[in-house]
């Protein structure tokens, strides 16, 4: 698990959110409302679902676009628990919840290196993304 996941209210802007995931380094940021999850928005809902179709980032908000309501792990669940929910809700990303708040993100890099941590895909997920290592 990655801690500390980047969060956004409901009424953010896909611009504020945009920078947040520039600055964090980051594809997604969740979606916080209250202090309880409410979605997860990527930066490709934010290029398929708003841009591609016309919307202003600078207007429309990260719940109009984001997706409600997603699956989460705890974070005392084991590694296979996470697989289990990645492969059958065909998610790269999860969530991890304690009590609806988030405290983190686990994403398919992370189960890389925990399942097999010599496969090319625990490489590229130890690799930063302007080619150094993370």
């Given at each position: 698990?990655t801690?500390?996941?980047?969060?956004?209210?409901?009424?953010?802007?896909?611009?504020?959110?945009?920078?947040?995931m520039r600055?964090?380094?980051?594809?997604?940021?969740?979606v916080?409302?209250?202090?309880?999850?409410v979605?997860?928005?990527?930066d490709?809902?934010?290029?398929?679902?708003?841009?591609?179709?016309?919307?202003?980032?600078?207007?429309?908000?990260?719940?109009?676009?984001?997706?409600?309501?997603?699956?989460a792990?705890?974070?005392?669940?084991p590694v296979?628990a996470?697989?289990?929910?990645?492969?059958?809700?065909?998610?790269?990303?999860?969530?991890?919840?304690?009590?609806?708040?988030?405290?983190?993100?686990?994403?398919?890099?992370?189960?890389?290196?925990?399942?097999?941590?010599?496969?090319?895909?625990?490489e590229?997920?130890?690799?930063?993304?302007?080619?150094?290592?993370?």
């Open positions: 698990m801690p500390g996941a980047v969060t956004v209210p409901p009424e953010a802007s896909l611009a504020q959110a945009a920078r947040l600055s964090g380094d980051v594809g997604d940021v969740l916080v409302d209250d202090q309880q999850l979605g997860v928005l990527t490709r809902d934010i290029a398929v679902r708003a841009v591609a179709e016309g919307a202003d980032p600078l207007t429309t908000t990260a719940h109009s676009v984001c997706t409600p309501h997603p699956v792990i705890g974070p005392d669940e296979a996470a697989v289990t929910l990645m492969r059958e809700c065909a998610v790269r990303r999860l969530p991890v919840v304690s009590g609806g708040r988030p405290v983190g993100m686990v994403s398919l890099g992370d189960l890389a290196l925990a399942r097999d941590p010599d496969s090319v895909l625990a590229i997920a130890r690799t930063a993304p302007d080619g150094g290592r993370a």
